[in-house]
């Protein structure tokens, strides 16, 4: 018996985000006073009224099958939603509702891509779109959106990385790790390259609603009939309405993509969860107060935190306009205080300092690290402060 693993195993990276997290946790349990920096889930818990409805729908017996993509009472939810904020016309036949915007993600690009097909990731990057696309026998084509820039790609990069074999670009605004937005001007320049190139645009906006200032979300799909054609929007409630274990995510966009997605979800999934689905109705059809309330302590925190972590020696800080993180770039902090790479500045971090963050190279950003103010502040207050009596006591001039 051949007993060796399918080759397409060996191409993968495991996650940094679970991995820290995972340690940090396990600290915990040892009773060491380690603050977590690091999920990317806000510390929020899901709203009453949600959790009602989903006990609810079980006592109603609505614990059964549903169909593959998704209770139409759910696709009805986000069909208005999508209309309401952002006047996009949807019909049930191009909506698919998975187990978490993750998961959904996997969908399509297994639908969509065949081996070789090149997909355009702009640096940094959510640490799961590289390894999706190689799962489904893509390649991963890279464009760095440095700090000098933002943390943002131009449309003039994009078409340079563009090729005959190029099928989509992914673009995700507000952006994890980063917290950037690309504004319209930008998605517009964005759009005639990917136009041009008659590819795909894939749309992955879960953080839409953590946007704080003047900064506004705008959904590339809006932008015309061509971008709403050739966009298929991702989104869900796990960032939102403070959701990620209950696991709904959902896709929009064109038939035909839809309809595979939802094939191979029936031969993969059954479906998304039943009683999650009904807390996803809820959410959506139910009060949104909840949902502001969490968003305007987020701004509150990163206000509070973001000039401290600003003042710690060799840190460079972007301050983010949207999602729950903060991404300094660390790379003479850590050339200082004498480590390798911002994995080993972090692993230190955890060891020494107690303070779980994340080393950027999981998002193709070795020289940041990513924290995450979806912490309780003081707590994020006495994180930066380790962090800092760590830099300092290291510092080598």
């Known amino acids: 018996m051949d007993r060796r693993l399918a080759k397409r195993t060996e191409t993968l990276t495991p996650s940094s985000t679970l991995a820290i997290t995972a340690k940090a946790k396990q600290m915990k349990k040892e009773g060491i006073d380690v603050i977590g920096l690091g999920a990317g889930e806000p510390d929020y818990n899901t709203p009453d009224h949600i959790i009602e409805a989903a006990y609810a729908s079980m006592k109603e017996g609505k614990t059964k099958y549903t169909p593959a993509g998704g209770l139409p009472e759910l696709k009805d939810a986000i069909i208005r939603k999508m209309s309401g904020d952002h006047g996009l016309t949807y019909k049930p036949s191009e909506v698919l509702v998975g187990i978490g915007a993750k998961h959904v993600l996997y969908t399509l690009f297994q639908v969509i891509l065949d081996p070789g097909d090149e997909v355009i990731i702009p640096i940094p990057y959510w640490v799961s779109y ?3 696309v190689k799962l489904a026998g893509g390649v ?15 449309a003039e990069q994009l078409k340079e990385a563009v090729s005959d074999k190029t099928k989509a670009f992914i673009l995700n605004s ?22 041009e190139a008659d590819i795909w645009i894939i749309s992955d906006e879960i953080y839409e609603k953590l946007i704080y200032g003047d900064a506004e979300h705008v959904s590339i799909a809006t932008l ?9 929007v991702i989104n869900g409630v796990s960032k939102s309405h403070s959701m990620t274990g209950w696991r709904i995510g959902y896709a929009c966009g064109d038939g035909a993509v839809i309809k595979a997605m939802t ?48 003042d710690i020696p060799g840190f460079r800080v972007l301050k983010p306009q949207g999602a729950f993180y903060l991404l300094p770039d660390v790379s003479e902090a850590v050339r ?7 994995d080993a500045f972090a692993r230190a971090l955890l060891e020494e300092a107690k303070v779980a963050v994340i080393p ?8 940041t690290i990513r924290l995450s103010y979806a912490t309780e502040l003081s707590q994020f207050k006495e ?9 300092e006591a290291r510092w080598q001039d």
Request: charged letters at 25%.
């Open 130 to 132: 590289p390894e999706q």
């Open 140 to 154: 991963p084509v890279h464009v760095d959106g440095s700090v000098e820039s933002g943390f943002k790609i131009t």
């Open 174 to 195: 507000p952006s994890n790790p980063s917290g950037m937005i690309y504004t319209e001007d930008e998605l517009r320049d964005i759009l005639e390259v990917c136009r």
């Open 224 to 232: 015309s009939d061509d971008a709403k054609e050739r966009t298929i």
């Open 263 to 310: 094939d191979l979800a029936s031969h993969s999934t059954s479906n998304p969860v039943t009683t999650s689905q009904y807390a996803a109705i809820e959410a959506y059809n139910g009060p949104w107060d909840a949902v502001e309330t969490m968003r305007k302590d987020f701004g509150k925190r990163l206000d509070a935190v973001y000039p401290l972590l600003s």
């Open 336 to 342: 200082k205080t004498g480590f390798e790479d911002t």
């Open 360 to 367: 950027g190279s999981g998002f193709g950003a070795p020289g």
């Open 383 to 391: 994180a930066v402060r380790r962090i800092r009596e760590f830099v």
